[in-house]
């Protein structure tokens, strides 16, 4: 191999340069390239759950915000057969809970419809499960909707890694994973959940809302209705 | 709140010191806080927060993880039913009905009187000797209408379940065909002798020498494993043995632990020795709970003779101790990475690798993690060399594999062969008469249809962690299928979106097909779903959800195919039974009361 791609890898075809440690992911929006993804969040940790991100690696499949690229590696992500199967994954998470855009206060703002937009995700496809989510409204400042809760433990690390308060843990297994709060009654108020905390503005989704200010930015001029998702890199949400 | 707290500590603090307020140990101490009261107590979660310095949302989140522990109280009596396709072909859904019905209590909810709960649960590991049931996580097996209700009249008297006759407590080993392993005459210590004198550069060699590969499916070279970690770097090595053994069908890690426990601890201990770890870890499936007290009693018998402990057979700076932790209830925990979570006291979630497990598993450091079963080898191949071993089984398989049998036959139980022998003399020895089909390795395995019972069994043919779970001519394939994927749906982790919804989704379709609402475009849809899963999915559980499904269709399609009524796609949604609760308010259930199916009315 010789020595002038040893931190090179090719994705799309384009050449891209990463240094040690970073992800394939990590260095694609470092040179302005999209991957679709969902609980990937270029300030934290990766996790690797939501699997939007997968791309092929020298061929096999992987999830691009967990794995390392080695020199030369050719990495695939713009393909129909990887879209489709994005496509087949944000369905799944959109009939896992309950998701009715017209009339969530996040509309506009939200990763997950955003992709679905940038994916051109036309139905969700998969039968509804309709689960029984009930939502917390307890805190006086943040209303928690669980329907929208994609599991992808970003509030979860903010809190942990970042607050250093563990306000949110995942709890259950399988499809009965769901997401709690540190405090005996369940409830948010009964923890020491502020405002302040990086956990209340990092939910990509619909779950985690400030109360009160609901469409102070009409539908239709939010962040991702200007800007639709992996148009530009990464927008900064409006308002959060 | 201040006294209820404090008559937690009672039982609580005892525990906390046995485990050196340790919170990598927080599974333990659930397990064993749960031992209690039947279940976690809300003010305990308190007091194990303050104690071990926990949040106490972690706490949940790892309680709500395990199907063993409760954090709502779930009766005195806790009965779980063990649901694998064989415990159905032996009746033990007539037999839970039956239990239900005796004791008034709706399966899956506490009874009013909160005394007792029946629910199901996935295999326990009996397959040989089912129906069977946990009780208090006490394995009790040969579930008959008579012993069900002598346990309903126990149940009833509230005898305590330490006081319940023996017999129903009896586990058999079954032992059926005995080869190198199952019939050697092993002497605790003997390989370690050898080791004495010969070292460990040797014993790895040997190892190696013996190409022998891992008994827990996946097959990896056990030598390159152990030498892969011996030289990562770390401060501490670990060895840890996988005696999850919840791959449904699968119960020869039973036997072992149970009659052959010295083997496995020796060939944990050689382990030790060439990767140059202090500490072991016996990881057992919570289903084995019965087994603790024997495992503990023999662990300590091999301190006594020094052969565990310090100064391991007086050897100055051998020192090698093994601890048992016990699952409590989780598939996925079988999984290398997520069984190592587990120990770390937290939600069993496989970790994103590399790194593996040799270069960082247990809290960060070098681990081998093997099968009971291939630890035992390792003792033989010890005592006896590498090349020995290698000259029995095939070129690419060498050594010997123990079968679980169970399913329609004479005899099941384990059955010792040297690779390569044929899917027919199994068949032939344990009895099988018109046999249908085999599964073999277990709902994540492969289905072999008549046609291919000359196939052997080998990593090079059909590899197997074990389970060889034969049905005969008047099984439903379909329905071996379904269970499976209840199977799959129940234990899916829960961490990756594929197969968290995509399990879930599939047993739908399945259950769809079972209601006669099913059309070829579900096995179009079936298709989508298993590439989706294979390439998306983050460990071997989502890998292998689908295989059951696309084997029995692909090899049993009849038994799908009768049950679709339709040529076209049928929505899962039936609006004559969504009147059923229309008709029972109003006693109604004459024609009128019933709207016409489509295909009925052509
Ligand atoms: C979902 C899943 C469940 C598993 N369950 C077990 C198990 O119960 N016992 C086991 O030994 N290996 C199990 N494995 C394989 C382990 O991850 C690992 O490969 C094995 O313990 C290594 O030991 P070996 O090399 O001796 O086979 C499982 C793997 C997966 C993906
Ligand atoms: S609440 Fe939001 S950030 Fe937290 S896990 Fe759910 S979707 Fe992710
Ligand atoms: S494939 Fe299934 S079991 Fe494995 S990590 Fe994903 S959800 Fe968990
Ligand atoms: S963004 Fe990579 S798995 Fe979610």
Known sequence: MSPDNKSTFTLDGKTVSYTEGQTIIQAAMAAGEYIPHLCFNPEFKPHGSCKLCTVKANGRQTASCTQQPQPGMVVESDTKELNDERRALLQMLFVEGNHFCPSCEKSGNCQLQATAYQLNMMSPHFDQFFPDRPVDASHSEYLLDFNRCILCSLCVRASRDVDGKNVFALSGRGIKSHLIVNAKSGNLADTDFTGEDKAAHVCPVGVILKKRVGFVIPIGKRTFDEHPIGATPHPTVKGA | ?602
Not at chain 2, 214 to 232: E, H, M, N
Not at chain 2, 265 to 288: D, H, N, P, Q, W
Not at chain 2, 483 to 510: K, Y
Not at chain 2, 522 to 536: G, H, M, P, W, Y
């Open chain 2, 1 to 602: 709140m201040i006294t209820q707290v404090n008559t937690h500590s009672e039982y609580l603090d005892p525990i906390l010191l046995h485990r050196r307020h340790n919170a990598n140990d927080l599974l333990q101490v659930l397990r064993e806080a749960q031992e209690h009261y039947g279940y976690i107590h809300s003010d305990a979660i308190d007091y194990l927060s303050e104690k071990l310095n926990l949040p106490r949302s972690k706490i949940e989140g790892v309680a709500g993880f395990y199907s063993f522990l409760y954090l709502q109280p779930r009766g005195e009596y806790r009965v779980l039913f063990s649901d694998n396709i064989t415990d159905r072909m032996l009746g033990n859904m007539d037999l839970m009905a039956s239990m239900c019905a005796q004791l008034w209590v709706e399966s899956g909810k506490l009874s009013e009187d909160g005394l007792l709960s029946i629910n199901t649960t996935s295999c326990t590991g009996m397959c040989d000797q089912g129906p069977a049931m946990l009780v208090n996580n006490i394995a009790i097996n040969r579930l008959s209408n008579e012993r069900v209700s002598a346990i309903c009249e126990l149940i009833r008297e509230r005898v305590p379940v330490s006081a319940w006759p023996a017999e129903f407590f009896a586990i058999e080993d079954n032992v059926r065909r005995k080869d190198i392993l199952l019939g050697s005459s092993f002497k605790s210590g003997s390989a370690l002798a050898v080791l004495q004198q010969r070292g460990a550069d040797e014993i790895l060699n040997e190892v190696k020498v013996s190409k022998l590969r891992g008994r827990g499916g996946a097959g990896f070279s056990t030598g390159s494993k152990w030498d892969f970690c011996r030289v990562a770097p770390g401060e501490q090595h670990y060895v840890v043995c996988n005696a999850d053994e919840g791959e449904p069908g699968t119960f020869k890690d039973r036997v072992l632990l149970n009659s052959y426990a010295d083997m496995v601890f020796e060939g944990m201990t050689l382990c030790a020795r060439v990767i140059g770890a202090k500490k072991g870890f016996l990881y057992l499936r919570g289903e084995y709970r019965y087994l603790l007290d024997h495992l503990q009693a023999v662990l300590q018998r091999r301190r006594q003779q020094a052969l565990l402990g310090k100064n391991i057979l007086g050897i100055a700076d051998f020192d090698f101790d093994i601890e048992i932790h016990l699952g409590a209830g989780a598939y996925i925990c079988g999984e290398e990475s997520a069984l190592i979570e587990s120990l770390e006291g937290k939600r069993g979630t496989p970790r994103n690798r590399p790194p593996f497990p040799v270069t960082s598993g247990y809290l960060n450091q070098p681990t081998v993690v093997n099968n009971v079963e291939t630890f035992a080898a390792t003792s033989l191949i010890g005592l006896n060399g590498g090349s020995w071993y290698a000259g029995i089984g095939t070129e690419t398989s060498s050594g010997s594999k123990i079968l679980s049998v169970s399913g329609d036959c004479d005899r099941p139980g384990l059955y010792e062969y040297p690779f390569g022998v044929t899917v027919a003399q199994v068949l032939a020895d344990c009895g099988a008469r018109d046999t249908q089909a085999v599964q073999v390795s277990g709902p994540s395995g492969v289905c072999i249809a008549a046609n291919e019972f000359t196939r052997r069994i080998a990593f090079e043919d059909i590899p197997t962690a074990g389970a060889f779970m034969v049905f005969d001519q008047n099984r439903d394939m379909f329905e071996v299928a379904r269970n499976f994927v209840h199977f799959f749906a129940h234990e899916s982790c829960g961490f990756c979106t594929p197969c968290r919804v995509g399990t879930s989704l599939l047993s739908n379709m399945m259950d769809k097909l079972a209601q006669g609402f099913g059309s070829p475009y579900d096995f179009a849809e079936i298709e989508k779903l298993n590439v989706l899963l294979q390439s998306t999915s983050h460990c071997g559980l989502g890998h292998s959800a689908c295989n059951s499904v696309l084997d029995t269709i692909a090899k049993f399609r009849p038994a799908y195919e009768k049950r679709l009524a339709h040529k076209d796609f049928v929505p899962a949604f039936d609006l004559d039974s969504a009147l059923s609760q229309a008709r029972q308010m109003t006693g109604r259930d004459d024609k009128g009361a019933h709207l016409e199916r489509e295909d009925e009315s052509r």
